[in-house]
């Protein structure tokens, strides 16, 4: 089993920067971890959960076209930690951002199905 805990969300204003990590443990510590796809994706309030950003097994990574530019996803395999840094946000990215991991798969994409592991959310709340 892998666990994923997010951390570093909070209310920042229209421009501002924040940094996401999900830390992973369970079977992904250690050197696992980089045998790890993982992925963000976001939920506002009454709206559907959107692909966010996506980071494969070599470092490879993909991005919605309203982050692009703006997001970086990365991973430390040392760390067995994932992050997302988020630079000139805007109102819009307000939302509760979640991390998934998959272990069957080189690259996770888009696609929320293909992620087996999910962490419980943290609130990034962007005021205008």
């Known amino acids: 089993q892998v666990q994923l805990v997010e951390s570093g969300g909070g209310l920042v204003q229209t421009g501002g920067s924040l940094r996401l990590a999900c830390a992973a443990s369970g079977r992904t510590s250690g050197r696992t971890f980089s045998n790890i796809a993982m992925g963000w994706f976001r939920q506002a309030p009454g709206k559907e959960r959107e692909f966010v950003a996506a980071?494969?097994?070599?470092?490879?990574?993909s991005y919605a076209d309203s982050v692009k530019g703006r997001f970086t996803i990365s991973r430390d395999n040392a760390k067995s930690t994932g992050y997302l840094q988020m630079n000139s946000l805007k109102p819009e990215d307000t939302a509760v951002y979640f991390c998934?991991?998959?272990?069957?798969?080189?690259?996770?994409?888009?696609?929320?199905?293909?992620?087996?592991?999910w962490g419980q959310g943290t609130q990034v709340i962007v005021s205008s």
């Open positions: 980071i494969n097994w070599s470092g490879g990574s």
């Open positions: 998934a991991a998959t272990a069957t798969r080189y690259y996770g994409g888009t696609n929320s199905d293909h992620y087996d592991y």
